[in-house]
């Protein structure tokens, strides 16, 4: 007999992330987002902080009568640029493209007093379960990249490089050095060992299990409105 996945609702019209989510947790989850839906009104993120515009996005999409809801923002924090583009990351740079918008960062960093090339990549996922607000925020540190590199992300996957975890790996007798790459010159099962996004939805998912004393997430379909 073949069980029917849950369907958890993600507030979000960005297709990158749905693929993200949709490759950490589809297997168990039918993710539907307000693009599936037709809703076409969007969502201003007026927030202060990445909670209270993954907040916003979740609840306008509960208060439409859906549940359980998940939403998320997320951005990169230079200390170049004191902690910048951080929350306004998605308009930070409105280039007509990836290269030319990651260049602009670029330029900025390196036009900066403060000579850093660190920065922090931080997400917040927000969900709404059984009527209650749910949050998870992940940061990953890391630094940013001379020039934009790679073909397996966008925007900040292309200049953002993570620390790896202080782990030696050993082929043969020797070290193999950990290397500079950014995120998106990485595979997706390399990137995802250090992976803010993911982080923060097993963290949010974990935090609504332990909460609500579900034995398993398929037990989602129990907390349904719509």
Request: glycine share 6%.
């Amino acid at each position: 007999m073949t069980m029917t996945k849950p369907t958890l609702y993600f507030a979000t019209t960005n297709e990158n992330k749905v693929k993200e989510v949709n490759r950490f947790i589809g297997d168990k989850y039918n993710i539907v987002t307000i693009t599936d839906l037709g809703i076409v009104d969007d969502v201003e993120e007026t927030g202060k902080t990445y909670r209270e515009n993954a907040a916003l996005k979740a609840h306008h999409l509960h208060n439409l009568g859906y549940s359980p809801v998940i939403a998320e923002d997320s951005g990169v924090e230079l200390d170049a640029l004191y902690g910048n583009p951080g929350i306004y990351s998605k308009r930070a740079y409105p280039q007509p493209n990836d290269v030319d918008a990651m260049e602009a960062l670029i330029r900025d960093m390196n036009k900066s007093h403060v000579n850093s090339p660190y920065a922090t990549y931080s997400t917040t996922f927000v969900g709404i379960f059984d009527g209650e607000e749910y949050a998870h925020k992940s940061d990953v540190r890391g630094h940013i990249a001379d020039t934009p590199r790679g073909e397996n992300g966008y925007m900040y996957d292309k200049v953002f490089c993570p620390q790896r975890i202080e782990t030696q790996l050993f082929m043969g007798d020797k070290p193999v050095q950990n290397d500079d790459r950014t995120y998106a010159e990485m595979s997706l099962q390399e990137r995802d060992q250090f992976n803010a996004r993911k982080e923060s939805l097993m963290g949010l998912l974990e935090q609504v299990s332990v909460s609500l004393e579900l034995d398993d997430l398929s037990d989602l379909d129990e907390l349904r409105t719509h």
